[in-house]
């Protein structure tokens, strides 16, 4: 069955960088990989989208600041984010899109940008 599974947040002072990292397993291979997020008090947004061909789409709240990347061998995604705001503090999702268009979430990872 598949699995996804996201690691890397963290506490983070404004300005600074973290990466996370999300692999997801199983019998399928990740299409499309995204990476969302959620502050207390909102709605899950989309940051950021890779396909299986490395194509890529960010929220134009990170563009500039984050980059999304995979490793298709691993089926790993990242995401690396630096100068980091505090308007960047939220729960951060790994979601895994399969060849079915069926979707895996992870448990999510706190990222928290203060000084």
């Known amino acids: 069955q598949v699995q996804v599974v996201e690691s890397g947040g963290g506490l983070v002072q404004p300005g600074g960088s973290l990466r996370l990292s999300c692999t997801a397993s199983g019998f399928f291979s990740s299409y499309v990989m995204s990476w969302f997020r959620q502050a207390p008090g909102t709605e899950r947004e989309l940051v950021a989208t890779?396909?299986?061909?490395?194509?890529?789409y960010y929220a134009d709240s990170v563009k500039g600041r984050f980059i999304i990347s995979r490793d298709n061998a691993k089926n790993t995604v990242y995401l690396q984010m630096h100068s980091l705001k505090p308007e960047d503090t939220a729960v951060y999702y790994c979601?895994?899109?399969?060849?079915?268009?069926?979707?895996?979430w992870g448990q999510g990872t706190q990222v928290t940008v203060s000084s």
């Open positions: 890779i396909t299986y061909t490395s194509g890529t």
């Open positions: 979601r895994s899109r399969d060849l079915r268009a069926f979707d895996y």
